[in-house]
T-cell receptor, first 113, second 114 residues
Framework: GENVEQHPSTLSVQEGDSAVIKCTYSDSASNYFPWYKQELGKRPQLIIDIRSNVGEKKDQRIAVTLNKTAKHFSLHITETQPEDSAVYFCAALNTGTASKLTFGTGTRLQVTL | GAGVSQTPSNKVTEKGKYVELRCDPISGHTALYWYRQSLGQGPEFLIYFQGTGAADDSGLPNDRFFAVRPEGSVSTLKIQRTERGDSAVYLC????????????FGSGTRLTVV
């Protein structure tokens, strides 16, 4: 089955700096890669996703890149703000044969003033 | 409804007891998923329903866990003979397609087995 690894486990940046979180996946058939933000005690919320037919997607301060050959994808947050502090999870899915998301272990992002 | 609703939000039970966790998906979503999230970990897949049937139950850890969705809407996750290791947040999600359209999580049920 699919295996998703995520790094780093914790990340501290100063407000205004950029943050990058990286994930690798094992199943070359995976073709959908969402990112979730989870604040303490709350539900995971989808912030951005990318499909395997594109290499990059951007939504305001958030961008995701995908390298299918290397089987890794990354989340980039620019101009970080204190409200970006949360745990971020990457996930992978093969939409052709499965419906279960396989999640990474999460990255706790702390944006300091 | 406006979102995925899960009840109860918190459940404390004694070891060996039976518990039921309820999920009310977004209206019209045919796909429903249960995940389990332990502290400091990502959600782990348990079971997926398409309509009334369990299309994939490969994530259920053992036969103490069972889930139903009799009318293709509300789902109940049932845990028999609970163990302390079952303590976790149980998340439900629903989508209108196979995991790529509007995949939305509920707030979860925090289960504590004492």
């Amino acid at each position: 089955g699919e295996n998703v690894e995520q790094h780093p486990s914790t990340l501290s940046v100063q407000e205004g700096d950029s943050a990058v979180i990286k994930c690798t996946y094992s199943d070359s058939a995976s073709n959908y890669f969402p990112w979730y933000k989870q604040e303490l005690g709350k539900r995971p919320q989808l912030i951005i996703d990318i499909r395997s037919n594109v290499g990059e997607k951007k939504d305001q301060r958030i961008a995701v890149t995908l390298n299918k050959t290397a089987k890794h994808f990354s989340l980039h947050i620019t101009e970080t703000q204190p409200e970006d502090s949360a745990v971020y999870f990457c996930a992978a899915l093969n939409t052709g044969t499965a419906s279960k998301l396989t999640f990474g272990t999460g990255t706790r992002l702390q944006v300091t003033l | 409804g406006a979102g995925v609703s899960q009840t109860p939000s918190n459940k404390v039970t004694e070891k060996g007891k039976y518990v039921e966790l309820r999920c009310d998906p977004i209206s019209g979503h045919t796909a429903l998923y249960w995940y389990r999230q332990s502290l400091g970990q990502g959600p782990e897949f348990l079971i997926y329903f398409q309509g009334t049937g369990a299309a994939d139950d490969s994530g259920l850890p053992n036969d103490r866990f069972f889930a139903v969705r009799p009318e293709g809407s509300v789902s109940t996750l049932k845990i028999q003979r609970t163990e302390r290791g079952d303590s976790a947040v149980y998340l439900c999600a629903s989508s209108s397609n196979r995991g790529t359209e509007g995949y939305t999580f509920g707030s979860g049920t925090r289960l504590t087995v004492v």
